[in-house]
């Protein structure tokens, strides 16, 4: 793609440190830019490209199309919907928005602060996704419900603080951990036929979770281009593929809900004998 002519792109080892986090990547750094340049960038080849359009195309699909798949007049619970939208637009904009502007000539604190973000944007899909199960896999239990929400609520806040001041991958991976398990345990719970929920929404929620721990853990391995360093500068990379990996979990997550907004319509909890 190149509608600029953009600037000279660097090497590895003449890149600023801060933005040395894959060395497996050789070639293709943008050079310290200002804002307006960071803009330019979205038009010429770099090894941030990939990054940039694999969550920005998405970004802007989601923000026309889900709204016209989501039941808002059908559902009594109108929060479900709005949350529910808000979740799946949030890791879309913190990721663009971090890959354009991260080389801006703010330095290490306008990347870290940028970084956070990114970081904060999915975190929000984790929690924000989440509570619309909460509330419905919980929805004969109405006081059990309000304190799965409120101790869910209390672990992504933990989660959000570990994930944005996280300085590793791996440290980044784990903050998620309690938010993971709080949604095995919902999940369980079904299983076990004490919670409720479509009875074809539970499979779509799994492989979500499943999408996004295995996006996480090649972008942790940073496969494929380990193995051969360079070939993967612009496309194709672990980051390109952990991106793909959490737009596919998203649309789980987007369909898991809209299973459970389904059967919600005419699911009556059973009386007390």
Not at 42 to 70: A, C, D, K, Q
Request: a neutral charge.
């Amino acid at each position: 793609m190149v509608l600029y002519k953009g600037p000279r792109l660097l090497d590895f080892a003449k890149t600023p440190q801060y933005l040395q986090f894959n060395k497996y990547v050789l070639t293709g750094y943008r050079p310290v830019s200002t804002a307006k340049d960071c803009l330019r960038s979205l038009f010429y080849m770099h090894n941030e490209l990939g990054n940039i359009y694999t969550h920005g195309i998405p970004f802007f699909l989601f923000l026309v199309l889900l709204p016209l798949s989501i039941p808002w007049m059908e559902v009594d619970s109108a929060w479900i919907c709005v949350v529910h939208y808000v979740a799946c637009l949030c890791p879309t904009v913190g990721s663009v928005v971090y890959h354009v502007f991260m080389n801006h000539v703010g330095g290490e604190h306008v990347y870290d602060t940028l970084l956070s973000l990114d970081m904060f944007g999915v975190c929000l899909v984790n929690t924000l996704g989440a509570l619309p199960i909460i509330h419905i896999t919980l929805l004969c239990y109405p006081a059990t419900r309000q304190t799965a929400l409120l101790v869910y609520i209390v672990l992504s806040a933990y989660s959000i603080y570990c994930a944005t001041t996280a300085r590793t991958n791996v440290l980044r991976l784990q903050a998620f951990i309690w938010q993971a398990l709080f949604r095995f345990g919902l999940f369980l719970f079904r299983v076990l036929g004490s919670g409720v929920g479509s009875p074809n929404s539970l499979r779509l929620f799994v492989i979500m979770d499943t999408l996004a721990v295995v996006g996480g853990l090649i972008n942790i391995i940073q496969i494929p281009e380990r193995f051969i360093p360079g070939l993967f500068d612009n496309w194709g990379n672990s980051h390109q593929i952990m991106h793909v990996m959490v737009i596919c979990s998203i649309i789980y997550l987007h369909w898991g809900t809209l299973e459970d907004l389904a059967w919600i319509r005419t699911y009556q909890c059973p009386t007390e004998g």
